[in-house]
């Protein structure tokens, strides 16, 4: 018979609360000992972390703002190439979007970074520009083609044994090239030398400004020869002879004024009932001041303002856009145009923007060359109307 046997009949033996007690103090200690253990190496951590704040830690200009904004490393790259003409962050550089790259391209220029290149565009959508009703389209190559059915399906009645031979739409293709569009921005290098000095949008807010005024002088009278065609350019003939390949024009009835009020009816309702819809009337501020004081038979004004802030006027219920690069006016001037833009007028762009920095040429200057390309046409001649102020 075992020890353990005679103990269990004898009833001796270890007690168990004395069992439990001895299994909580075995815990209790190894639980002390893991803590130790924790607390060890945290406190090697942190010493750790101490020791590399220290390293790195250069001293430098306070940042001005509450907090300094984190810029991504394209920015970083963009901002030293602008001050400095350090471009070899940007040759390194290496980012998945393509909108993003900075390939360096053959005359040394390079991309600008995608915050810049959208806060041009932003501007430049904004402003006052035939840009901001028309179509817009980003492409890749050197021109971009529009293709258009301005003819009707022939159709014809059928019966049972017969069915009527019906003629077949034509289609032509519009051809819209890109030119190259450039602003020559300087500043001088102390200014760049300044980090507080917001070179970014400095930089942005010349190129857009310069971009938007050349864009919306093109879009509306451009010759096509490397600037975009503006719709103005086109042969304009009488609506009632109108024919594809050219504008219609309404006549005022008077040389060099409206005559009537009627005038602005005949010419919303020169335009198909399609393209109404989406009307919108183009004229410049000296034009908007007259057609400001015309009156219906019933003494009520064509014109009225917006209802809310940002909203644009309207003349019979359709919006105005104030383009000062209409023409004012005068005997024979299509001083007015009404259409749908939309349709009517395409505004084709590659979506990159370059920057060439140039520290010579002006001294102590440094100019900024930079360019975009873009083109732009009338898509569909049926979709604007223009109102001449003559009498036939």
Known sequence: MTMT??????????????????????????????RANIDAKLQQQEERLTMLDRKSYTPARPVLATSAEIEAPHQKAFD??????????LRGLELEGKAMSTAVNSDGGYLVDPRTSETIRSVLKSSASIRQIANVVNVEATSYDVLVDHTDVGHGWANETSVAETGTPSIDRITIPLHELSALPKASQRLLDDSAFD???????RIADKFARAEASAFVGGDGVDKPKGFLTHTAVDNDVWAW????????GTDGDFGSAD????????????YRANGTF???????????????????????????AGEPARLMGYPVLIAEDMPDIASGADAIAFGDF?????????????????PFSAKPHVLFYATKRVGGDVSDFAAIKLLRFAVA
């Open 5 to 34: 046997e005679q103990k269990a009949r004898t009833g001796e033996g270890v007690s168990p609360v004395h069992e439990v007690s001895s299994a909580i103090a075995g815990f209790m200690s190894e639980f002390k000992g893991f």
């Open 342 to 358: 939309a349709a009517g007028y395409t505004v084709a762009e590659r979506p990159d923007l370059r920057i060439l920095r140039d």
């Open 245 to 252: 390949g050219n504008l219609g024009y309404v006549p005022t």
């Open 263 to 274: 005038a602005i009816v005949d010419l919303v309702y020169a335009l198909g009932a399609t």
């Open 80 to 89: 030293a190439y602008v001050r400095h003409g350090d471009d070899d962050a």
């Open 282 to 308: 183009v004229m410049n501020s000296k034009t908007a001041g007259a057609v400001r004081k015309l009156k219906d038979a019933d003494g009520r004004f064509l014109w009225s303002d917006g209802l809310a």
């Open 199 to 205: 070179v970014e949008g400095w930089l942005a807010g």
